[in-house]
């Protein structure tokens, strides 16, 4: 394995540092609001966020045992269970203590790191219509992602090319479709259909 491209962590240490300073800015009733996530109100998303920083390799390997091993599962019953017994600012601080953590996402690498930052960050701070990650950051993120990291979202673009028109990067193959790079990373990774973001239905 060869090391962990630089940018990629500096990336990573910025979007924490950036959305830590939205975060503490927010009150209950923007902490109970709906998230992107469905099923999740932004208080379970950021104690999805912290969970990374929150368990040991034993704690995280029970819970996957006690969810039989779906990820989605565990996740969601550690964010429910989390979000429960933590407080918002408890939350918000756990983030902040946490924003140079080394943590990389098994199989996603550093760039699994970033990504995770900016689609959670992004479900967060849409709804609420705070700032987006700079366009740059959000190319960093899908250009360092492997196929297998955006199919894992399971989105057809139905033979569309999304393209970026404020960032170097684009995703899929066919038609040609600009677009900021905050729609791009909302579509592939599921959570805005692409008739929202474009106008176009067809």
């Known amino acids: 394995m060869g090391s962990t491209d630089p940018r990629l962590v500096e990336a990573t240490h910025a979007e924490r540092e950036r959305l830590a300073h939205l975060f503490a800015d927010l009150g209950p009733v923007q902490w109970s609001a709906p998230s992107l996530c469905h099923g999740w109100r932004n208080r379970e998303v950021l104690a999805h966020m912290t ?33 429960d017994a933590t407080s918002d600012a408890e939350l918000v601080d756990l983030y902040r203590a946490n924003i ?14 970033l990504g995770h930052e900016i689609i959670h960050g992004l479900d967060i701070t849409e709804p609420l219509r705070l700032p987006a990650p700079p366009p740059d950051r959000i190319a960093l993120a899908l250009g360092s992602a492997g196929p297998r990291n955006l199919a894992y979202f399971g989105v057809d673009l139905a033979g569309r090319r999304l393209v970026a028109d ?10 040609e479709l600009r677009l900021p790079a905050r729609d791009l990373m909302l579509v592939v990774t599921g959570r805005r259909a692409l008739a929202d973001v474009t106008g176009n239905a067809n």
């Open 51 to 83: 969970m990374p920083f929150r368990l040991s390799g034993l704690g995280f390997l029970g819970g996957m045992v006690r969810a039989r091993f779906n990820f989605n599962r565990f996740a969601d019953r550690d964010a429910r269970a989390t979000a």
């Open 100 to 113: 140079r953590h080394p943590w990389r996402p098994p199989g996603g690498g550093q760039a699994g790191a």
């Open 166 to 175: 404020d960032a170097d990067c684009s995703v899929g193959i066919g038609e």
